[in-house]
């Protein structure tokens, strides 16, 4: 069943879309991230261009985080404070992001760089999580505490200034790195067409020390508010979002997510950390053999109008 959309200028099959956005919707609701690392690839993949891809793929996520985040909602398992904190942060992010989008459209750089910004980011992040959580698994099968730090321990980030009480996760903490960390998330979200979960879950595991508990939830909750901006200025400035594209990603996704969001609580915290790397480095894995590999043509010649 093909469909024609209208800013890809492109048919689709109208299953494969929605099958793509139920499986991506479905991680989302498990993991507490957007689904954009994994679903943006995967358009582009699917021969989308990537402007209209990274576009369109920050509505889908509105969807499937906004469904994964009512789940979490009835479970109380969301902190609306540091999410606000948080969200303050993307939003400017947003703003510095779809700019930096524009400029790099407009010069002709912007497929390199999106899939660069993806091997290394994804690279970096699934790496130091799977090693994280594998060794959180060999020391839980030993018998011996999950994770080596003692409860309350702190960084240097919990010495900064300007501390707001966060009662939900049990936090005294500089709302500083709290913004800033929402900050980078909304730029990544603009240019890349990710919630920025995946950076932003194991951000606020290891340097914020949120508790594991209320992650997820309020993971999802900054996304659905940063990415729903993020799709507006991009609609509105870049003109990218390809809305037959967007519907049928949305209709998958917020199916899954509901059935994401109860399997992931059948899993331990370390178990989803290193099931969500493996993901993530089998995207980069996949993103960079995309850019070694030599095309097939590197360029076609057309007549011109010459005979």
Not at 61 to 84: E, M, Q, Y
Request: aromatic share 8%; glycine share 14%; with cysteine.
């Amino acid at each position: 069943m093909q469909i024609y959309l209208p800013i890809a200028e492109m048919t689709v099959n109208v299953l494969v879309i929605l099958g793509m956005g139920g499986a991506v919707g479905f991680l989302s609701g498990m993991f507490g991230v957007g689904g954009g690392f994994l679903m943006t690839p995967l358009l582009i993949f699917s021969g989308i261009p990537p402007a209209i891809a990274v576009a369109t793929e920050a509505n889908q996520i509105v969807a499937s985080s906004f469904s994964g985040a009512l789940v979490h909602f009835r479970r109380r398992s969301v902190d609306v404070k540091l999410g606000l904190v948080l969200l303050a942060g993307g939003l400017i992010g947003s703003l510095l992001g779809v700019e930096v989008f524009r400029l790099l459209r407009a010069v002709g750089q912007l497929d390199l760089i999106i899939s660069l910004l993806y091997v290394g980011f994804l690279g970096i992040v699934g790496g130091l999580m799977l090693i994280e959580s594998i060794g959180a698994i060999r020391r839980q099968s030993k018998g011996k505490p999950a994770t080596v730090r003692k409860p309350g321990q702190h960084t240097w980030i919990h010495g900064l200034p300007l501390k707001v009480r966060f009662k939900q996760s049990k936090l005294y903490l500089s709302v500083i790195p709290v913004m800033t960390l929402g900050a980078f998330v909304g730029i990544l979200a603009a240019i890349m067409g990710v919630g920025g979960g995946f950076i932003m879950v194991p951000a606020m595991i290891y340097l914020l020390r949120v508790p594991t508990n209320v992650v997820i939830g309020t993971s999802l909750f900054q996304i659905v508010f940063v990415t729903a901006f993020t799709t507006i200025l991009h609609a509105t400035t870049n003109q990218t979002v390809d809305v037959i594209l967007a519907l049928l990603l949305m209709v998958g996704g917020v199916i899954g997510a509901q059935f994401g969001a109860r399997a992931g609580h059948k899993l331990r915290g370390e178990q989803l950390r290193a099931l969500l790397a493996l993901l993530v480095l089998v995207v980069c894995l996949r993103l960079g053999i995309d850019l070694i590999v030599t095309p097939d043509e590197f360029f076609s010649i057309g007549t011109g109008g010459l005979h």
